[in-house]
């Protein structure tokens, strides 16, 4: 009803019914009509009844009261219906925002990356940790195929596993997207060892595992490495890799970042999208 009241007929393509209207807004028959339901049946939908309601009706009327993308997640919700995925809104400041926040987090590494594992940004610990370069696309394609990465990672078969189970995890939010059937059919033909796991079937959510790397300058590095998503823009994903205690790696990660090692530059959120 508060939806209705904040569209005026005008809005909505409707005369103003003049002073014959008594309340501001769309009556809720006049929704109906726009939304192509029945009167009666709207009404019922208002009032919380127990009826049959499908996604496409909810979208027709989430479109005629103009509502926002989490007031649209939250009428799935109200009826009994599994919310869409939100819709990623891009913002430039927001962007500009993540990456002051994978910069602050230097001398350990962090990055960026979209619903593909594209990578998107990185800071100069995550090069020098695990020799990104510009050349890098995504971090999927890169762990089975890049044999600088394949040669730091210790214990790359038992990670392995765990990583295409979580990407498994991470398409099946996107069951009917091209880009991730792409992605897995040019990998699986270049690499027997994907292709092999990505039979198996199995799905694991994304959060957090253990990495342990053998760098050529300092040696053996051991991280907790976190994936959080940002509800603000769920196409995108932090990657920030926290040193394990008692392992001497945060030392070594401050004399990487030491001046006389520094080099490199950083690359933008946005830059792969231009």
Not at 145 to 174: F, K, M
Not at 246 to 272: I, M
């Amino acid at each position: 009803m508060a939806r209705r009241a904040r569209i005026s007929p005008a809005q909505a393509g409707l005369p103003d019914g003049g002073a014959r209207r008594r309340t501001p807004g769309l009556r809720r028959e006049e929704v109906a009509v726009l939304a192509g339901v029945g009167a009666s049946w709207y009404q019922w939908l208002e009032q919380g009844r127990d009826i049959t309601v499908s996604p496409q009706v909810l979208d027709a009327v989430a479109r005629v009261l103009r509502l926002t993308g989490p007031e649209r997640r939250h009428l799935y919700v109200l009826a009994g219906l599994n919310p869409p995925l939100p819709e990623a809104v891009p913002d430039a400041d927001f962007c500009e925002g993540l990456y002051r926040l994978i910069e602050s987090w230097s001398p350990f590494p962090a990055h960026i990356m979209d619903a593909y594992w594209n990578i998107l940004a990185f800071n100069e610990p995550a090069r020098q940790t695990f020799a990104f370069t510009a050349r890098d696309t995504n971090c999927l394609v890169s762990f089975f195929t890049d044999p600088v990465y394949r040669g730091r990672a210790d214990r790359h078969a038992t990670l392995a596993a765990t990583i295409v189970a979580q990407y498994r995890a991470a398409a099946s939010e996107y069951p009917d997207d091209e880009g991730f059937h792409r992605i897995v059919s040019e990998l699986a033909a270049v690499s027997t060892e994907f292709a092999g796991l990505w039979a198996l079937g199995d799905v694991q959510p994304s959060g957090q595992l253990v990495k342990e790397l053998s760098h050529p300058l300092v040696g053996d590095l051991h991280f907790e490495s976190t994936q959080l998503r940002i509800p603000a823009r769920p196409d995108l994903t932090i990657v920030m890799h926290n040193p394990l205690p008692d392992t001497e790696t945060a030392a070594k990660l401050q004399w990487l970042a030491s001046p006389e090692q520094r080099r490199g530059s950083f690359r933008s959120v946005d830059e792969r999208a231009s």
